[in-house]
Nanobody
């Protein structure tokens, strides 16, 4: 069974930094795109950043220049380095991965359990 396990959330002051990690565990054939989404209180979930298995990354306009997404394919892990954090970055952050369970199956979207990021002013 595939699982995404997140870590790294917490409370930080405005202007500070946090680094989120998300590791995929279990048995699978390959990982396609990985990414981070967030859901602020009372709002819908939105894309923060996405990194494909090959090719360029993309970011939401609200985090461009402040957040950096990266991945370590040997560790099946995706990271989100968040700098210059603002109170409006406060949200639950969810890891996402599109994973092919086996060579005989099509890809499936998996989600982490979510990690809270709170930025105080």
């Amino acid at each position: 069974q595939v699982q995404l396990v997140e870590s790294g959330g917490g409370l930080v002051q405005a202007g500070g930094s946090l680094r989120l990690s998300c590791a995929a565990s279990g048995t699978f054939f390959s990982i396609n795109a990985m990414g981070w989404y967030r859901q602020p209180p009372g709002e819908q979930r939105e894309l923060v950043a996405r990194i494909p298995s090959a090719g360029s990354t993309n970011y939401s306009d609200s985090v461009k220049g402040r957040f950096t997404i990266s991945r370590d394919n040997a560790k099946n892990t995706v990271y989100l380095q968040m700098n210059s954090l603002k109170p409006e970055d406060t949200a639950v952050y969810y890891c996402h991965a599109n994973i092919r369970p086996s060579v005989y199956r099509t890809s499936v979207n998996y989600w982490g359990q979510g990690t809270q990021v709170t930025v105080s002013s």
